[in-house]
C-alpha cells in the first residue's frame, strides 16, 4: 500500500511510522508545507521522497488545497497520513480523502481538541493525559478514534515534560493504526471504528 504523510515539523510521528517496517507498506512522499520542517531532512535520510508546497504562495485556503490534493493524488496513495501537519484543511479536501485519511492529536478525544493541548490538560488538572489517533472528518480533531493511548499526568509537569511522555505513546499507536488500516482491519460504522480480527 502507497503511504503518504504530512508533515509541518519535527516529523518524529512520520519517522516512527517509516521506521516501523510495516508490512505491505511504502511511503510514497513525505509532504510539508513548511521548507523549514526539520522532519523533511530526517525523510530525505530515510530515504523517502519529499515535497513542499508551501501555502504562503496561494491567495485562498481552497487553491492551496487543490493543488496540495494535486500532488497527493500525483502519489496514487491509499493512506494519507496528517504528522504533526499543522494547517486545517478545508472541506472539500476532507471528503476527498475521507475513510484514508488518519490524523493524531496529542489529547485524549474528545478532550482538549485544538491547540496546546498539554498545557490545558495541566490547568485543568486532569490525573491522565494521552494520544488519539482518528480518521479526518470535516471538524477539526473529531473524527472516529482508531486507538488511545493513556499516559499520567504528574505533579511536577510542566508542558515540555508532558508532551515528552506523550509523544514516546504516539511513536506506539500510529504505527499501529497504519497497520490496522493496511491489514484492512478498520471498519467504519456510524461514525465509529471496530477493528476487525487479523485474518488467518
Ligand atoms: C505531535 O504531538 C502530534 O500529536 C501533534 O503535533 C506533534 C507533532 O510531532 N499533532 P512530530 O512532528 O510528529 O514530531
Redesign the pocket.
Known amino acids: 500500500k502507497q503511504v503518504v504523510i504530512l ?9 516512527a511510522i517509516a521506521r516501523a517496517g510495516i508490512p505491505g507498506v511504502r511511503i510514497a512522499a513525505v509532504i510539508s508545507n513548511r521548507p523549514d520542517a526539520t ?1 523533511l531532512e530526517v525523510a530525505r535520510q530515510l530515504g523517502i521522497e519529499t515535497r513542499v508546497l508551501d501555502h504562503k504562495g496561494f491567495d485562498t485556503r481552497e487553491a492551496f488545497d487543490a493543488k496540495l490534493a494535486e500532488l497527493i493524488d500525483s502519489f496514487e496513495p491509499d493512506l494519507l497520513v496528517l ?4 494547517r486545517i484543511l478545508g472541506e472539500a479536501f476532507v471528503r476527498r480523502f475521507e475513510g484514508r485519511m488518519l ?4 489529547s485524549l478525544l474528545p478532550a482538549f481538541t485544538g491547540l496546546h493541548t498539554h498545557r490545558r490538560a495541566i490547568e485543568a488538572g486532569v490525573k491522565v493525559a494521552g ?1 488519539t489517533v482518528h480518521f479526518v472528518t470535516a471538524e477539526l480533531d473529531v473524527g472516529p478514534i482508531v486507538i488511545q493511548a493513556v499516559v499520567p499526568v504528574l505533579p511536577d509537569d510542566d508542558e515540555a515534560a508532558l ?1 515528552a511522555r ?2 514516546v505513546q ?1 511513536h506506539r499507536i500510529y504505527p499501529q493504526a497504519v497497520r490496522w488500516f493496511v491489514e484492512g482491519r478498520l471498519q467504519l460504522t456510524d461514525g465509529r471504528v471496530h477493528l476487525l480480527d487479523a485474518r488467518t
Open positions: 508533515i509541518s515539523g519535527r516529523g518524529s510521528n512520520m519517522e522532519g504528522a504533526g501537519y499543522m490524523n493524531i492529536h496529542p494520544a508532551a506523550v509523544v504516539e
